[in-house]
């Protein structure tokens, strides 16, 4: 894919969209960290869910810590993974603690030594609650980015990359945002509605339906890597 399709890609994205943000709902980065951890392989709207209670009772480090991580298990208990989860937010806040005061650190080496966060979960709390150019590849970035060839890769690094390497600065800010909502809700695994979508015709999936035909590609093979 050229320069020239790419711009025109987030163009269109930014016109549809002009500020996107992430669909978690957070009031300070410590909570956003939190949010993000509690994603992974589960939902925003479960996630959602959750914290809308558990933020009310421990919605600081101290608070957090004081609730401890059977308390924690309480309120998270229907998301995937939780106990793991529980472990690493609690490790996590006594760390923040211990190091930094409490405050949520503005650096990825300081995220990413901190435990249950990857590489992943420091680009979005570096982006969303501290407003660097990262780019965060989830499952769904991954797949637009493979599929449409905005940026084709066969790891999730590799993808973070190329979207870094080839984004033109002016889009960087907000394209993990349009690119997981595009994912999310139009360029779907299973049934991508290529009927709603803005770019249909700058996208270079094979597979692609013409305008106004019956969708009957099959889902793309594509499927994220493991970080």
């Given amino acids: 894919m050229n320069a020239a399709k790419r711009r025109a890609i987030f163009e269109r994205l930014r016109s549809a969209n002009p500020r996107p943000t992430t669909e978690l709902k957070y009031a300070t980065p410590y909570q956003l960290l939190v949010a993000v951890v509690l994603s992974a392989q589960a939902t925003d709207k479960s996630v959602n869910q959750a914290t809308e209670t558990l933020f009310r009772v421990a919605g600081t480090p101290e608070a957090m810590l004081a609730l401890g991580e059977e308390g924690l298990k309480a309120h998270i208990r229907r998301i995937g993974l939780y106990q ?32 249950g966060v990857g590489r992943k979960t420091a680009n979005v709390v570096l982006n969303t609650a501290f407003g660097h150019p990262t780019i965060a590849v989830d ?9 449409t060839g905005l940026a084709r890769g066969k790891t999730v690094l590799a993808v973070e990359r190329a979207l870094t390497r080839h984004t033109p600065a002016e889009f960087r800010q907000d394209a993990h945002h349009w690119l ?42 594509l499927s994220p890597h493991p970080e």
């Avoid at 499952?139 to 599929?147: G, K, L, M, Q, S």
């Fill in 180 to 221: 997981i909502l595009h994912g999310r809700y139009v360029c779907k695994a299973r049934k991508p509605d290529c009927a709603r979508c803005v770019i249909h015709d700058l996208c270079e999936w094979k597979e692609k339906p013409r305008m106004g035909a019956p969708l009957t590609a099959p889902a793309s093979p």
């Fill in 139 to 147: 499952t769904h970035i991954f797949r637009v980015a493979n599929r």
């Fill in 84 to 115: 793991t989860k529980a472990r690493h937010i609690i490790a996590l806040t006594r760390e923040l603690l211990d190091k930094y005061g409490g405050q949520v650190p503005d650096d990825r080496a300081a995220l990413e030594a901190l435990p």
